[in-house]
């Protein structure tokens, strides 16, 4: 059995350190007690966490953010399921033309795509409202639903569902029984990291966001705008800690490897 030697080990915890650097940095500074973006040396304060109790748009566009992201989740993945099942199994002409576009939004800037979603919603009068922007939202993360459902089916054996057939099973029963089980792990991890993107979409989104259906990171954004207080690191700290804590809670319940790896 091979072991990582010492060269590799001080490369991979140099790595793990430089990508958590932002995030220790941004949660220290959350708890200095001065009125400006500054690391604390001398005192140690909650000031901006309390502040954030005070600042109700936050938390109004941080519930906004859940909702849109689990119905942007939920929604790219109905698609997803039966999009890959089609790719996965069968051959057609323009089948990779199809691919291709499926996961175009992945190569194109959020930027082009918020200015086309705006000019496309102003043509069509839907301009600001809720739908528009879901509908942003599931185009924008569907790839990634997309490309986790179809490397699980990918890798199963498609002679098992023949087999299931010729032992008298149903369309249905093949998917529900045989299919479903094998799509499970690509399923939750597709609908895990669509939910992130969403939750995490700015850049797109500030081009069809309204103050009546602003996001949490559209949100902080405008805010840095406006001043430079400490108050933004303090919420993106929250999200941060709730983030770690989501994913201990589905770790323990399920396990991450099943999810993104596909183990078990």
């Not at 299919?179 to 597709?190: D, F, K, N, S």
Request: aromatic fraction near 12%; glycine fraction near 6%.
């Amino acid at each position: 059995m091979s072991r990582n030697g010492a060269f590799a080990i001080a490369f991979h915890t140099l790595f793990v350190a430089f990508m958590l650097a932002p995030l220790v940095v941004v949660m220290w500074m959350s708890l200095t007690p001065a009125n400006l973006l500054s690391l604390p040396t001398s005192a140690l304060s909650l000031r901006w966490f309390r502040a954030i109790l005070d600042h109700s748009q936050f938390i109004d566009a941080f519930w906004f953010s859940i909702l849109l992201g689990f119905l942007s989740a939920t929604l790219a993945m109905l698609l997803a399921v039966p999009a890959a099942l089609a790719l996965a199994r069968h051959r057609f002409p323009g089948r990779e033309g199809l691919v291709a576009l499926f996961l175009s939004p992945l190569i194109i800037p959020h930027v082009v795509l918020g200015v086309a979603f705006l000019r496309f919603f102003t043509q069509i009068g839907t301009t600001g409202t809720f739908a528009g922007l879901l509908g942003a939202h599931v185009l924008v993360i569907f790839p990634y639903g997309l490309r986790l459902v179809l490397a699980a089916l990918t890798t199963s054996d498609p002679a098992i569902e023949r087999a299931a057939i010729s032992l008298g099973a149903s369309r249905w029963t093949v998917f529900r029984r045989v299919l479903l089980p094998l799509m499970i792990p690509g399923v939750a991890g597709g609908w895990v990291i669509s939910f992130i993107q969403s939750f995490d979409e700015v850049t797109m989104t500030v081009f069809v966001a309204t103050p009546s259906s602003m996001t949490l990171p559209v949100r902080m954004y405008h805010y840095i705008e406006e001043s430079i207080d400490p108050l933004v690191a303090s919420v993106s700290t929250v999200v941060i800690l709730l983030t770690f804590l989501l994913m201990a809670v589905v770790d323990r319940i399920y396990g991450l490897d099943r999810i993104l790896v596909g183990k078990g």
